[in-house]
């Protein structure tokens, strides 16, 4: 059986997009590479292509600005990782994407659980 999104050998066929939003100050520019093939690196193996394939994996960054963004009163310190993954990506693969994208995260930058918000969407979902 093939999952949505891949060809017969299981390898992937569509593009897969993340957008990073970060607070100022919480993920320097440093890290953000070492994040970024992380969340590659996540989206080959969990998904089933191979790195530097023809349909990369992209991310990009959006930092807010300090005093823009509040949580409980207080400066946040949340980060969200947002993504657009083929389509029909059944539940149990979805979670072991987000999982290890969350996991991922939190071992690079030091964060806590409770810092990251990991999504993906389906490519084609226009809601």
Do not use: H
């Not at 390898?11 to 993920?27: E, I, N, S, W």
């Not at 949580?71 to 979670?95: A, F, H, M, W, Y």
């Not at 995260?105 to 809601?127: H, L, M, N, T, Y």
Request: some cysteine.
């Amino acid at each position: 059986m093939m999952r949505a999104g891949l060809d017969q050998e299981g390898k992937l066929r569509t593009m897969v997009d993340f957008q990073c939003t970060v607070q100022a100050g919480q993920v320097p520019e440093d890290m953000r590479g070492t994040l970024a093939q992380a969340i590659e690196r996540a989206c080959y193996e969990v998904l089933g292509s191979e790195p530097g394939s023809e349909l990369p994996v992209t991310v990009e960054w959006i930092e807010i600005p300090r005093g823009f963004a509040f949580r409980g009163g207080q400066p946040s310190t949340t980060s969200l990782v947002r993504g657009k993954i083929p389509d029909g990506c059944d539940r149990e693969t979805r979670t072991r994407l987000l999982m290890t994208i969350g996991d991922e995260w939190c071992r690079i930058s030091g964060s806590g659980q409770d810092e990251v918000i990991v999504s993906a969407r389906d490519r084609g979902w226009s809601g």
